[in-house]
């Protein structure tokens, strides 16, 4: 008999590799930079892009500042959601797994292991002096990036499978014995 594997297996792993690209990731921008201290990766993007230690205690954009406790019941139900969600999944819904993963993962980090752990949320992905919108873009992290990748991948999935198939021309049959009047 062969053992049953549980489909949120890829759920799990596509998090785990989340979680720790990010948290290693902000490990070394909190030990490497001071608080507002920036680094140009790219010289020829130093006035659009720099990797800049900042800070959030709010949500995505500086949603909900200071508002620790909500914060975290929040990231608490939307975690405990997903990895129930994972158990029904079936084996081939694996873009579904993977956006699910990239967002449960991006809510470990930033909103379960950083607010814990620091009571904010480590921002160091910076653009700033956008031509397009003249203005800066808000910081953000890996775990940003893999929450909005993840509801984006899922609404994409979601979106394709409400389109309604396209009708295919119907065949037409002409018998060559039959005339045609003309």
């Not at 406790?69 to 129930?84: E, F, G, H, K, T």
């Amino acid at each position: 008999m062969q053992k049953k594997i549980w489909p949120g297996w890829l759920v799990l792993l596509v998090a785990a590799i989340v979680l720790a690209v990010d948290q290693t990731t902000k490990r070394w921008i909190e030990r490497n930079l001071a608080i507002g201290e920036s680094l140009v990766p790219f010289p020829a993007l130093a006035d659009t892009f720099t990797i800049t230690h900042l800070t959030n205690t709010g949500a995505a954009f500086g949603l909900f500042r200071d508002q620790r406790a909500l914060l975290l019941v929040i990231a608490a139900v939307v975690i405990v959601a997903i990895v129930v969600y994972a158990r029904y999944l079936p084996h081939d819904r694996v873009a579904v797994q993977i956006a699910l993963g990239l967002q449960l993962g991006g809510a470990l980090g930033n909103n379960l292991f950083d607010r814990v752990r620091l009571g904010h949320v480590t921002d160091f992905l910076y653009f700033h002096n956008l031509p397009i919108i003249n203005r800066p873009w808000p910081a953000f992290n890996v775990a940003d990036m893999a929450i909005v990748s993840g509801v984006a991948l899922l609404a994409l999935v979601l979106l394709r499978e409400g389109e309604p198939a396209k009708p295919q021309p119907a065949a037409v049959e002409h018998n060559v014995d039959e005339q045609q009047p003309v």
